[in-house]
């Protein structure tokens, strides 16, 4: 479960985002709309510890990550795929996927999370060894979902029957 609880988000003295509240339960599909500029990115990076809340609450599975190191959102399970996709256009594919899988949990479990990502998008199995800037951009948008899958995120885990 996550939950997001009356949190404000701003830029220097601006609001971006203000008094959001939504809840994701395991197994659950929530999507965020809204015209450019309502401040959608603005909160999806809040809620993976890009970006400071400057008031209200994140809770992850009954725990208070409000305020925990951007480091540790990932170690609650939490990934995002950054707009841009933001891959390392220079490392193969192969290496993109493999720093998905830094944080010690997922390393244990790299080459299982590689089968399974390869099962997911095939393509990538072709382009393995090809620098990710040699990728179409849909190729490339594959990467980058399945570089955040690679980190184990609870979303994986309940998507693919974890």
Same mark, same amino acid.
């Given at each position: #479960?996550?939950?997001?609880? $009356?949190?404000? /988000? $701003?830029?220097?003295?601006? *609001? =971006?985002?203000?008094?959001?509240?939504?809840?994701? +339960?395991?197994?659950?599909?929530?999507? /965020?709309?809204?015209?450019?500029?309502? @401040?959608?990115?603005?909160?999806?990076?809040?809620?993976?510890?890009?970006?400071?809340?400057?008031?209200?609450?994140? /809770? *992850?599975?009954?725990? +208070? %990550?409000?305020?925990?190191?951007?480091? !540790?959102? &990932?170690?609650?399970?939490? *990934?995002? /795929?950054?707009?841009?996709?933001?891959?390392?256009?220079?490392?193969?594919?192969?290496?993109?996927?493999?720093?998905?899988?830094?944080?010690?949990?997922?390393? !244990?479990?790299?080459?299982?999370?590689?089968?399974?990502? &390869?099962?997911?998008?095939?393509?990538?199995?072709? !382009? #393995?060894?090809?620098?990710? @800037?040699?990728?179409?951009?849909?190729?490339?948008?594959?990467?980058? %979902?399945?570089?955040?899958? #690679?980190?184990?995120?609870? %979303?994986? !885990? =309940?998507?693919?029957?974890?």
């Amino acid at each position: #479960m996550y939950e997001v609880a $009356n949190v404000a /988000v $701003n830029y220097g003295a601006a *609001a =971006a985002v203000s008094d959001v509240n939504l809840r994701i +339960d395991a197994g659950e599909l929530v999507v /965020v709309v809204g015209p450019n500029g309502a @401040g959608k990115s603005t909160l999806i990076n809040a809620m993976a510890g890009l970006h400071p809340v400057a008031s209200g609450r994140l /809770v *992850a599975d009954g725990h +208070d %990550i409000t305020r925990e190191a951007p480091h !540790r959102f &990932c170690d609650r399970g939490i *990934a995002i /795929v950054p707009e841009g996709r933001r891959l390392f256009v220079n490392l193969t594919v192969r290496e993109n996927l493999e720093l998905g899988s830094y944080r010690a949990a997922a390393r !244990r479990m790299r080459a299982d999370s590689l089968r399974r990502v &390869c099962a997911l998008f095939p393509v990538l199995t072709e !382009r #393995m060894d090809a620098p990710a @800037g040699a990728l179409s951009g849909g190729q490339q948008q594959m990467l980058a %979902i399945a570089r955040a899958l #690679m980190s184990q995120p609870q %979303i994986q !885990r =309940a998507y693919l029957g974890h």
